[in-house]
């Protein structure tokens, strides 16, 4: 599934709400919950933070029979909430591992303003690549939590442009965390010394445990 950059800026739970109205609208044969209100079964990979636009998300939908992809297809494409579309539609195994813990990664374009220092910033990337830490505060609630950045880092790298995009590559860990793009934006501009803007944040996929470039394990840190 694809999000562009128009797209309401809705929370997840918003996002989830608006595409089980449209598989419930659209009479496709969908399987639903044991719950005391039945919900659709439903599975994104990961949530999508606000603001930022998406070229290929992966959801999980079950039906309670097999049907091709084209009716799929055409039952959804003129429902879909608004900012989404259908990319590809394909069957999964259903006794698989569910979606959202298959996730281990997901790669980021991060494309700067026109003032971006292109070789400033690649020299403060290769700079964050060779430190063991990057020790850093999230806010959760009321509190304030200390974690380490670069172990939820997997590759960042600066392509000059006009205009500088930052690629990157960060990981869903279940104890290290979610590696942010606007959290290594952030620190990237530390580093560099210098204010830096997104234009545009996009993630452009998902990767799974069993893809063949899925990343390895973290590095162990040290103080």
């Keep these: 599934m694809r999000r562009s950059a128009e797209a309401h800026p809705l929370t997840h739970r918003e996002v989830v709400d608006g595409w089980e109205a449209a598989i419930v609208a659209s009479g496709l044969p969908v399987a639903f919950t044991d719950a005391t209100r039945p919900r659709p079964r439903l599975a994104f990979g990961a949530p999508l933070p606000l603001g930022i636009a998406a070229d290929a998300e992966l959801i999980d939908l079950v039906l309670v029979e097999r049907?091709?992809?084209?009716?799929?297809?055409?039952?959804?494409?003129?429902?879909?909430?608004?900012?989404?579309?259908?990319?590809?539609?394909?069957?999964?195994?259903?006794?698989?591992?569910?979606?959202?813990?298959?996730?281990?990664?997901?790669?980021?374009?991060?494309?700067?303003?026109?003032?971006?220092?292109?070789?400033?910033?690649?020299?403060a990337a290769r700079v964050m690549l060779a430190s063991r830490t990057l020790q850093r505060d999230r806010s959760r609630g009321t509190e304030t939590i200390r974690y380490y950045l670069r172990p939820l880092i997997v590759d960042l790298r600066v392509h000059a442009g006009p205009p500088v995009v930052v690629r990157t590559r960060t990981r869903f860990h279940p104890e290290l965390g979610t590696g942010r793009p606007e959290e290594v934006l952030t620190a990237l501009a530390e580093a560099a010394g210098h204010s830096l803007i997104a234009e545009a944040i996009v993630r452009e996929r998902l990767i799974l445990a069993d893809d063949p470039d899925a990343p390895g394990p973290p590095s162990a840190t040290h103080d």
């Design 67 to 123: 049907l091709p992809a084209w009716r799929v297809r055409e039952a959804l494409i003129a429902l879909l909430p608004e900012g989404w579309s259908l990319v590809d539609l394909y069957d999964v195994w259903p006794a698989g591992p569910p979606l959202p813990g298959r996730v281990v990664a997901a790669d980021y374009r991060i494309v700067l303003a026109e003032d971006a220092p292109a070789a400033i910033v690649d020299d």
